[in-house]
């Protein structure tokens, strides 16, 4: 079966999810991203709220964060979100999260250059594919065993898959800043509908999820 056969047949099965925190102006990460500021600089309160769910008055964030994983059977991301690095592999990075990441399921990383898998504790393994974003959704539907498929991120994978029309629902945690720099999810869309589908909101984030239609 071709990729574009596979991916017709998936649609029909499976769900495709992405979710992302970003600004009011839409930025999902600030400029001048490295070690030292994996989400740019400046853009420290796009995830600030996610530190904060122990505080009176957030029980609705803190179920979001508790649930934003559920039902995914796979995750893809961009090489991006796994790591600073931009060439030929770093063989001692294994991601941002130490020992066990928070995606416990297969997720694959998208990627120019070829690694071997890495398998980490909690249940996630790194896979990473080189043959482009619709190769890595045909791998994450077979290992997601009829669950969902999310897309991890970062804003250019995310929106890779949203201009490809291969998202069906997206997630944005809108936090009340206006970066005005960096990488934002909706540099170069057009033809794009998020009907909002549900909203719920504390003093520091909304969170509002997005059919998608092309």
Known sequence: MSIRAHLIRLRRMTMITANLAVSLDGFAAG???DLDHPFGVGAE???AWMFETEQPGREADKKILADIHAGIGAHIMGRNMFGPGRGPWDLGWNGWWGTEPPYHAPTFVLT???REPVT???GTTFTFVTEGIE???VQAHEAADGKDVGIAGGAAT???YLAAGLLDELVLHVVP????AGENLFTGLSGIELRPMETTASHTVAHVRYRVRH
Request: aromatic share 4%.
């Open 112 to 114: 120019h250059y070829e």
């Open 177 to 180: 800043v206006v970066l005005g």
């Open 31 to 33: 400029p001048g991203q």
């Open 120 to 122: 980490m504790e909690g």
């Open 135 to 137: 190769a890595a959704l």
């Open 158 to 160: 995310i929106r890779q």
């Open 45 to 47: 309160a796009l995830t």
